[in-house]
């Protein structure tokens, strides 16, 4: 189980915005910036999900909207053993929204730096999709969203990773 967890670390902490196998996410532009939005954007995301990815099960629990922010908690479980964690903020910021996370081993010592986050700025808001640089979320139903992520597979290759969830409450 050590292996697969630094090799899901190695996968998911390098998350980038490469232009390859991309057709759910968006690259973001510092020319054009975030577009101005607000978290009833994406207040659907409130909630319970399940579902499967990296060979187990995932899980994501959203906090509704509250003091400008929605937070987030993952877990991957993969026979039955706790892959890794994060925690995750969407948060309203100089008019837009800005989406950081954490990751963490199962014995909840961080991946990251103490004080370092991996984020990721808005992008765009069409309708049921919400596009932060490399990582989309989409609204299926009330009951069912897929989340894109790119994913930097190394020597400049990249991959789109989908998450299919179901809402659990």
Same mark, same amino acid.
């Given at each position: @189980?050590?292996?697969?967890? %630094?090799l899901?670390?190695f996968?998911?902490?390098?998350?980038?915005s %490469?232009g390859?196998?991309r057709?759910?996410?968006?690259?973001y532009? $510092? *020319?054009k910036?975030? $577009?101005?939005?607000d978290?009833e954007?994406i207040?659907? @995301?409130?909630?319970?999900?399940?579902? *499967?990815?990296?060979?187990?099960?995932v899980e994501?629990?959203w906090? $509704?909207?509250?003091?400008g922010? @929605? @937070?987030?908690?993952f877990k991957?479980?993969?026979?039955n053993e706790?892959g890794?964690y994060?925690?995750?903020t969407?948060?309203? *910021?100089e008019?837009? +929204?800005m989406l950081?996370?954490?990751?963490?081993h199962a014995? +909840?010592?961080?991946?990251?730096?103490k004080?370092?986050?991996?984020?990721?700025? +808005?992008?765009?808001?069409?309708?049921d999709?919400?596009?932060?640089?490399g990582f989309?979320?989409?609204?299926i139903?009330?009951? *069912?969203?897929?989340?894109?992520?790119?994913?930097n597979?190394?020597?400049?290759?990249?991959e789109e990773?989908?998450?299919h969830y179901?809402k659990e409450?």
């Amino acid at each position: @189980m050590k292996n697969f967890t %630094i090799l899901i670390a190695f996968v998911l902490v390098t998350a980038v915005s %490469i232009g390859q196998n991309r057709e759910n996410t968006l690259g973001y532009d $510092p *020319e054009k910036g975030s $577009p101005k939005a607000d978290l009833e954007a994406i207040a659907w @995301m409130a909630g319970s999900w399940k579902g *499967e990815a990296f060979g187990g099960i995932v899980e994501e629990v959203w906090t $509704p909207p509250l003091g400008g922010s @929605m @937070m987030c908690v993952f877990k991957l479980v993969v026979n039955n053993e706790i892959g890794f964690y994060e925690i995750v903020t969407i948060t309203e *910021e100089e008019g837009t +929204l800005m989406l950081r996370l954490k990751h963490f081993h199962a014995n +909840l010592k961080g991946w990251e730096e103490k004080d370092e986050t991996v984020d990721f700025r +808005l992008v765009k808001v069409d309708g049921d999709r919400v596009y932060f640089d490399g990582f989309t979320f989409e609204r299926i139903s009330d009951n *069912e969203v897929n989340l894109y992520v790119m994913i930097n597979e190394g020597e400049g290759k990249a991959e789109e990773v989908q998450f299919h969830y179901k809402k659990e409450s």
